[in-house]
């Protein structure tokens, strides 16, 4: 028995890559192993967006050293944006790495392993620099690779990721995403929907759509035949089993008419957007090259929550971004209150080389003002966070369960425990109830709320009541962080 581990740090694409990897390998026998030292394989999934996430994963190696001194014969490869961006310079930081893969090349993963194994050589497959060849060139260097799944690495295997388009195109001058997942492609309908309803077919309920600017989604047919994010969404509410449809991540001058009427309409559609606006001012917009003004953006809230009633939107920000001044940064703190944000997640400014603001601009803010100015962004959130939940209370929603809570894991109660989903505008609701809702969609009335939770009650018995013999059917044993264990995010 050959035995794999992996542990992936980052995005929802690194998720899914490496359910897809995982897939792979335990087609050549591999089985999965939660505790590094006894694989056989040590995989760490990467991610380059912030230079701390680097540092995790170098200092992961760092203690690896002895074990691969002990043992030499495990292979130890690092996968995804940092091998693509570092390439050589990741086996001089950490000689113990057998295997650099990129985003790109991860297709390619077992044959790798089996090359270090016949020649004991290391062996590095990376995609084409942006700039290295011709575009056609450097889209077919970063293989799609999302056909292979193996639904049982899935996170829960209710959900899924499903990836719609690949790469970047935007080159936002703080982000690395455009080097390390290369030009922006969108994948074929006809291979999107035939992964959708074998999910479907596989018991999945909620399918998220990721691209890095997914509602820029647009595949042209070799008839001329255009499809949408729209087009898709629609095809997909047809799916008997499917029961929601989620995306992410919006960009915030792509958001067009059809999607909000897609949103609005589509039963199954989540009533939720995550539109990053990254910043308040537009002085700073124009150094991130965001294209886009304060004012436009305002504009884009507007109509979403026009077109589609109770709609909850997220977004993303960057503090202490190069020559963010005191000024700018309040301008986001006023873009936040005003916004009602579902959330905001923020992100202290790290810069990347590589990108074009490493080049042009100082980064001239200093780290505790950066933790200050996340700080105090993250308090407007929260209060927004606490007066939306509180608004509301008394509402009824569906919501997907998940699993446990951590509270009703920690709990050892036999009647009800804590556990936790999401409702359709992705707020998260706990509730009493048993393990065995998980994967249910279940309609609640919320009766409480908190700055980070909306606490509800079951309205439908199904699911609840005990069994005829009136014993608790606890059945599906494993909670959510069990299953998500097989997949260790950090
Ligand atoms: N494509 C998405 C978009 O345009 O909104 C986001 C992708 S990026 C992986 C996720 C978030 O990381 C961004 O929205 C941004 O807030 C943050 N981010 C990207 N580069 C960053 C950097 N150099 N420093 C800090 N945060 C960064
Ligand atoms: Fe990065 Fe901008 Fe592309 Fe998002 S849109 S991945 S922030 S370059």
Same mark, same amino acid.
């Given at each position: 028995?050959?035995?794999?581990?992996?542990?992936?740090?980052?995005?929802?694409?690194?998720?899914?890559?490496?359910?897809?990897?995982?897939?792979?390998?335990?087609?050549?026998?591999?089985?999965?192993?939660?505790?590094?030292?006894?694989?056989?394989?040590?995989?760490?999934?990467?991610?380059?967006?912030?230079?701390?996430?680097?540092?995790?994963?170098?200092?992961?190696?760092?203690?690896?050293?002895?074990?691969?001194?002990?043992?030499?014969?495990?292979?130890?490869?690092?996968?995804?944006?940092?091998?693509?961006?570092?390439?050589?310079?990741?086996?001089?930081?950490? @000689?113990?790495?057998?295997?650099?893969?990129?985003?790109?090349?991860?297709?390619?993963?077992?044959?790798?392993?089996?090359?270090?194994?016949?020649?004991?050589? @290391?062996?590095?497959?990376?995609?084409?620099?942006?700039?290295?060849?011709?575009?056609?060139?450097?889209?077919?260097?970063?293989?799609?690779?999302?056909?292979?799944?193996?639904?049982?690495?899935?996170?829960?295997?209710?959900?899924?990721?499903?990836?719609?388009?690949?790469?970047?195109?935007?080159?936002?001058?703080?982000?690395?995403?455009?080097?390390?997942?290369?030009?922006?492609?969108?994948?074929?309908?006809?291979?999107?929907?035939?992964?959708?309803?074998?999910?479907?077919?596989?018991?999945?309920?909620?399918?998220?759509?990721?691209?890095?600017?997914?509602?820029?989604?647009?595949?042209?047919?070799?008839?001329?035949?255009?499809?949408?994010?729209?087009?898709?969404?629609?095809?997909?509410?047809?799916?008997?089993?499917?029961?929601?449809?989620?995306?992410?991540?919006?960009?915030?001058?792509?958001?067009?008419?059809?999607?909000?009427?897609?949103?609005?309409?589509?039963?199954?559609?989540?009533?939720?957007?995550?539109?990053?606006?990254?910043?308040?001012?537009?002085?700073?917009?124009?150094?991130?090259? =965001?294209?886009?003004?304060?004012?436009?953006?305002?504009?884009?809230?507007?109509?979403?929550?026009?077109?589609?009633?109770?709609?909850?939107?997220?977004?993303?920000?960057?503090?202490?971004?190069?020559?963010?001044?005191?000024?700018?940064? =309040?301008?986001?703190?006023?873009?936040?209150?005003?916004?009602?944000?579902?959330?905001?997640?923020?992100?202290?400014?790290?810069?990347?080389?590589?990108?074009?603001?490493?080049?042009?601009?100082?980064?001239?803010?200093?780290?505790?003002?950066?933790?200050? =100015?996340?700080?105090?962004?993250?308090?407007?959130?929260?209060?927004?966070?606490?007066?939306?939940?509180?608004?509301?209370?008394?509402?009824?929603?569906?919501?997907?369960?998940?699993?446990?809570?951590?509270?009703?894991?920690?709990?050892?109660?036999?009647?009800?425990?804590?556990?936790?989903?999401?409702?359709?505008?992705?707020?998260?609701?706990?509730?009493?109830?048993?393990?065995?809702?998980?994967?249910?969609?279940?309609?609640?009335?919320?009766?409480?709320?908190?700055?980070?939770?909306?606490?509800?009650?079951?309205?439908?018995?199904?699911?609840?009541?005990?069994?005829?013999?009136?014993?608790?059917?606890?059945?599906?044993?494993?909670?959510?962080?069990?299953?998500?264990?097989?997949?260790?995010?950090?």
């Amino acid at each position: 028995m050959k035995r794999v581990f992996i542990e992936t740090v980052g995005c929802q694409m690194n998720i899914l890559d490496s359910e897809l990897v995982i897939g792979s390998l335990r087609r050549e026998g591999y089985e999965l192993t939660r505790e590094p030292t006894q694989a056989d394989l040590i995989l760490f999934n990467t991610c380059s967006v912030r230079e701390h996430a680097e540092e995790k994963i170098y200092s992961a190696l760092g203690r690896l050293n002895g074990h691969k001194r002990d043992f030499p014969d495990t292979v130890i490869g690092v996968l995804g944006c940092m091998a693509q961006k570092d390439q050589e310079l990741v086996r001089k930081r950490a @000689p113990i790495v057998d295997i650099v893969c990129g985003t790109g090349q991860l297709r390619q993963l077992p044959q790798l392993v089996s090359e270090v194994l016949r020649t004991r050589e @290391p062996q590095i497959a990376v995609s084409l620099g942006r700039k290295e060849a011709s575009r056609h060139e450097v889209e077919t260097s970063f293989e799609s690779y999302d056909p292979i799944r193996d639904p049982s690495m899935r996170p829960t295997p209710f959900q899924a990721f499903v990836r719609v388009q690949i790469g970047c195109d935007k080159f936002c001058t703080y982000c690395i995403v455009p080097s390390v997942r290369g030009p922006e492609q969108s994948r074929s309908p006809e291979h999107i929907l035939a992964e959708v309803r074998q999910l479907v077919l596989e018991g999945c309920k909620e399918v998220t759509l990721l691209g890095q600017t997914v509602n820029s989604y647009e595949y042209v047919s070799g008839d001329g035949r255009r499809t949408r994010l729209s087009d898709l969404m629609a095809a997909m509410n047809g799916y008997e089993g499917l029961e929601r449809i989620r995306f992410i991540t919006s960009f915030p001058k792509d958001m067009t008419p059809d999607l909000l009427e897609a949103v609005r309409d589509l039963p199954k559609a989540a009533k939720y957007l995550h539109v990053p606006v990254q910043s308040g001012c537009d002085d700073v917009l124009k150094r991130m090259k =965001r294209l886009y003004t304060v004012g436009e953006y305002r504009d884009m809230l507007a109509r979403c929550r026009e077109a589609i009633p109770g709609v909850a939107i997220s977004s993303d920000f960057i503090v202490g971004f190069c020559g963010e001044s005191e000024a700018s940064f =309040r301008k986001s703190c006023d873009l936040v209150a005003e916004s009602m944000f579902r959330n905001s997640y923020i992100f202290k400014y790290s810069t990347r080389p590589g990108t074009k603001a490493h080049d042009l601009f100082e980064d001239d803010i200093t780290d505790l003002e950066k933790r200050r =100015r996340n700080n105090e962004l993250l308090e407007i959130q929260n209060d927004n966070c606490l007066i939306d939940h509180r608004s509301r209370i008394g509402d009824e929603v569906d919501v997907l369960v998940e699993g446990l809570s951590r509270y009703g894991e920690k709990s050892s109660d036999n009647g009800p425990r804590q556990m936790t989903g999401r409702a359709a505008t992705d707020h998260i609701v706990c509730f009493p109830g048993y393990p065995r809702l998980v994967g249910q969609m279940v309609k609640m009335k919320i009766v409480d709320a908190s700055h980070f939770t909306l606490f509800g009650e079951v309205m439908t018995a199904e699911g609840v009541a005990p069994t005829s013999d009136g014993i608790w059917d606890w059945s599906p044993a494993t909670t959510f962080t069990e299953r998500r264990i097989g997949l260790p995010v950090v």
